[in-house]
C-alpha cells in the first residue's frame, strides 16, 4: 500500500468538502489503484487527507490524469495556503486498517529513529484491542527520515477520552513514550471517508 498525507489550512470548508465529494463521484471510478481516503478539518481550520493507493506508481499515475491536474488545482485555490505532501511507501495496516464507521478520527504525526519498534507495538493487536476497545485500528505511514503519519479510527471521540485514561502496562508506556515524543495529534472531530 502506498499513502499520500496532505496538510494544509483551509477555513473555505464546505467548499472543500464539496470539491472532495465531486472527486469520489467523478474522478475516483478512473483513479488507477485508488483504495479510499479520511479527509476531516481540525479545531486551528488545518485540512488533514490520508489518501491511499496500492501502489505509489498507481497513485503517480492518478496524478498524472489530466482531469486529476485541473481538479487538483481548483481544489489547492481552497486553501489558505501552500500544502504539505507526505508520500509514504511503508505503510503498515493495524487491526481491521480504520473503518469508515469511525465516529472519530486522530492523526499522529512524529519521527522516530526506529520505525520497527513503532511497528512492532502496532503489531501486537490483541493487546490493543483488549486495553483500548475504542480503537478500532488505523494505518501506520513511514517516510525514509523516520517521520510518520500514524491515523487512527476511533469509535467515538467520548470513548477515546475514557480510553486515554486508562494507564498501560508498563512496556506498553515506555514504548508509547518512545514513540510519541515530540509527536503532534490532530483530532478530526467530522472525519468523512471515501472508499473504492
Known sequence: ??????????????????????????????????????????????????????SREEAMANSARPEQSAWAERFMALMDGPAEFHDCDDVTMFMDG?????????????KVDDPS????????????HDMRPDILGGTLAVEPDGSFIETVAFTTEAAAREGE??????EVRQELEYAMHGATFHDLHHPHFQSA
Open 117 to 128: 519498534r513503532l511497528k512492532a507495538m502496532l503489531a501486537d493487536t490483541a493487546s490493543l
Open 1 to 54: 500500500m502506498f499513502i499520500q498525507m496532505i496538510q494544509a489550512a483551509c477555513t473555505r470548508q464546505d467548499e472543500a468538502n464539496a470539491m472532495l465529494e465531486e472527486w469520489r463521484r467523478d474522478l475516483a471510478p478512473g483513479a488507477p489503484g485508488w483504495l479510499g481516503g479520511t479527509y476531516g478539518f481540525t479545531d486551528d481550520d488545518q485540512l488533514m487527507a490520508v489518501v491511499r493507493f496500492a
Open 165 to 170: 485514561k486508562v494507564e498501560p502496562p508498563t
Open 98 to 110: 480504520g473503518s469508515d464507521d469511525a465516529g472519530f478520527v486522530q492523526i499522529i504525526r512524529g
